[in-house]
């Protein structure tokens, strides 16, 4: 699988954004995908991941802003960035995992495939 995303940019605070990531390959429907972010000199921290089967999770300080979609047709998945602040300034990094069980999605170990990471700016 090669991911591929893209969208990133410059935004001031409470703005949006839409990231995409476009996948290769004809199993994209059966991973799970997840986006990641890494701001300068911090580590890679999860954001979101959606299953296979549509089910959602989301890291605490970007639940109610941030929305993950998959559209398993265009293998792509979307992440919508609503009310940016700008601690949200980092790389984004989308992700593929084949069949993660609960306790290890939010873990970058979990994912075998990563996006080469679009910078997202925000400022105040």
């Known amino acids: 699988v090669q991911l591929q995303a893209s969208g990133g940019g410059l935004v001031q605070a409470g703005g949006s954004l839409r990231l995409s990531c476009a996948a290769s390959?004809?199993?994209?429907?059966?991973?799970?995908m997840g986006w990641f972010r890494q701001a300068l000199g911090k580590e890679r921290e999860f954001v979101t991941a959606v299953r296979s089967g549509g089910t959602t999770y989301y890291a605490d300080s970007v639940k109610g802003r941030f929305t993950i979609s998959r559209d398993n047709a265009k293998n792509t998945v979307y992440l919508q960035m609503n009310s940016l602040k700008p601690e949200d300034t980092a790389v984004y990094y989308c992700?593929?995992?084949?069949?993660?069980?609960?306790?290890?999605?939010?873990?970058?170990?979990?994912?075998?495939?990563w996006g080469q990471g679009t910078q997202v700016t925000v400022s105040s």
């Open positions: 992700a593929a995992a084949p069949r993660p069980i609960l306790s290890t999605i939010r873990l970058p170990s979990t994912y075998y495939y």
């Open positions: 390959g004809r199993t994209f429907s059966s991973y799970a």
